[in-house]
């Protein structure tokens, strides 16, 4: 899976986090100021030596497979489901529960910006411009949460489950298990630390396939 990682040297991070930490220290009012905090979250998630992903770039380059369904999926660890809403601009949300009725926003669920996506439509004598906004139809597309092994749920998981994220490939938009998850943790609105990466087993996946039903 290829993704938009951001790296920067230990010693840089560490540097840069302690500047600004000296900078919020001698002025309050900056400490209010989401992009400091931003900033803040971002070079002391690195300082570790630890990786940063870029959603929106990621999601963008990665396009979409030969169904025009997004190649890559984002969801809340402690998910089941992962579903994906598909809005005429070019935008999308990802989330762990389905809409019934109208589009809400719920704890951890992440939405690209328009123009991520250049969708093809289902029935192309239909223009993608008079699709209405919201979930009828093909919009919304769904696949399995791939599991975390115990391994890394004992090692880089210390808050609630559904705190984190995974991020992975998708090979077709239906109910199969995934293989090759990443654990993130949301510093901004589109920048994920990598906590770790792994492959599912084949007993792992076929855990998951239980799920289906």
């Known amino acids: 899976m290829e993704v938009e990682e951001l790296t920067l040297p230990k010693e840089r991070a560490e540097a840069e986090f302690n500047a600004l930490r000296q900078a919020l ?32 770039e990621s999601f963008q ?46 704890f951890g669920d992440i939405k690209l910006p328009p123009a991520t996506f250049k969708w093809i439509p289902q029935k192309p004598e239909i223009p993608l411009d008079n699709w209405q906004n919201d979930i009828k139809g093909n ?27 995974i991020l992975w490939e998708v090979e077709e938009w239906k109910p199969v298990p995934p293989k090759d998850p990443i654990l993130l943790r949301q510093l901004t609105p589109n920048l994920f630390g990598v906590l770790a990466t792994w492959d599912l087993t084949p007993l792992e996946r076929a855990i998951i396939r239980g799920r289906i039903q």
């Open 25 to 56: 220290k001698q002025n309050a009012k900056l400490r209010k100021e989401q992009i400091y905090k931003d900033q803040r979250a971002v070079y002391g998630h690195m300082r570790y030596g630890k990786k940063i992903i870029d959603i929106y």
């Open 61 to 106: 380059k990665a396009g979409l497979n030969k169904d025009g369904d997004p190649k890559l999926a984002i969801c809340r660890a402690d998910a089941k489901q992962c579903h994906c809403y598909k809005f005429k601009d070019g935008s999308a949300v990802y989330a762990d529960q389905r809409w019934i009725t109208v589009p809400r926003k719920t």
């Open 139 to 165: 919009k919304n597309i769904q696949t399995l949460v791939p599991i975390i092994p115990a391994k890394i749920l004992v090692n880089e998981v210390k808050v609630l489950l559904k705190n984190y994220h």
